[in-house]
């Protein structure tokens, strides 16, 4: 290629290049944690989560059922304030008498109650259960060990949540690393 048709910029690919930039307006983030005896919350993920939470609106997909899900939170330092501006997504029908069969379909209700569309929506799959969301969603982050599926359809894929990954991916979202 001549000089006279070179592009006159140059692209810089970094880490999170590849994750867009257009507003999110909702982020889903799944805090189960089987091995630890059930969903969790460090000091730091609760700090990150504090500073999302003031731009964007925050659901939690959980496997337990939502009271198992907010007791455990609770104990672990959330308030109720916290707790009651955050929407649930079951990803097990069957905890949830009366929702609907799919979790996709209670993302779709909780899209339409904060003006949000699947595409201004992210996701920061933590196991191979947030699968189904992750495949409707304009965003995904992933953490290592969320299953190939996520992995392979994430915009990046972050650390281990034992090692600081659900942080860094908050953080992402907020274009601060």
Known sequence: MDDARKPEFTLVHNAMSNIRREPWHLVVIDLDDPAGGGPRITDAER????????????AIATSYEPDELLRNLERQGMTEAQLADFDVISLDASALPG???RPTDELARICRKHGATFRSTAV??????????????GT???LAGAGRACEDIAARVFPPRAAGGLTLALFALLGRE
Do not use: G, M
């Open 47 to 58: 700090k990150a989560l504090d500073v999302v939470a003031r731009r964007l609106d925050i």
């Open 140 to 142: 995904v982050l992933t």
């Open 99 to 101: 929702a609907p069969a």
């Open 124 to 137: 920061i799959a933590a196991c191979p259960n947030d699968t189904p969301l992750a495949l409707e969603v």
